[in-house]
């Protein structure tokens, strides 16, 4: 009976926790994806001892000691990193300092057009190491799930940077008219503006 139920947890729960993980939704989700793999690791145990399949034992043994660490790592460490970013962000809302938001934040940040409709999102920031001065954004659009998604630098000059957006100074004619990057070969410096262009 319990290398049954094991049988049928140990893959769902696999399954499961790849599907949290692999959605990159934050350090909590990813935290509790490994605390489902290791759910999935114990079940696979379970049915490796039952089965008298040392070899399947002996990885979920280790799987599991990994699966500790990824929880440490995202559950405790990493959560911490953005609770304390996410707090800096609330509480500079209500003060009178300037408005932040984190830097890891910019990554998926949504990217509208400048009638505000939205475009894609940002992907990376590239700055420049003298002054720490954002260069350009690599911005995704079209695609389905980063599947046949194009990207296209943006100047910084080009870009307006919200709390949870940021927003281009061109229309999205004008975006589709910027050269999409070849992956793996983005540019060494940042492209020319062409908000005035737009």
């Known amino acids: 009976m319990m290398a049954d139920l094991a049988g049928w947890i140990a893959p769902i729960a696999t399954m499961i926790a790849a599907m949290m993980t692999a959605a990159n939704l934050g350090a909590r989700v990813t935290g509790w994806g490994f605390v489902v793999f290791t759910i999935g690791s114990v079940g696979w145990s379970i049915v490796g001892l039952t089965s008298g399949q040392t070899n399947l034992v002996a990885t979920n043994a280790f799987l599991t000691l990994v ?52 475009l894609g999102k940002s992907v990376e920031a590239l700055m420049a190491c003298d002054n720490a001065e954002i260069a350009y954004v690599v911005v995704a659009s079209g695609g389905l799930g980063g599947i046949d998604e194009e990207l296209r630098a943006v ?36 492209p020319p503006a062409r908000a005035a262009a737009a």
């Not at 559950?75 to 500079?92: F, I, M, N, P, V």
């Not at 910027?178 to 070969?185: E, F, H, K, R, V």
Request: charged share 25%.
């Open 155 to 190: 100047a910084r000059k080009d870009l307006r940077f919200g709390c949870d957006r940021l927003e281009l100074a061109m229309t999205a004619d004008a975006f589709a008219r910027l050269t999409p990057l070849s992956a793996g070969d983005w540019p060494a410096e940042a």
């Open 67 to 118: 699966n500790a660490v990824g929880i440490w790592r995202w559950l405790g460490r990493q959560r911490a990193y953005e609770d304390g970013g996410a707090s800096a962000k609330t509480a500079s809302r209500r003060s009178a300092a300037k408005t932040l938001f984190t830097a890891t934040g910019l990554g998926g940040m949504p990217v509208v057009d400048s009638a505000g409709e939205t």
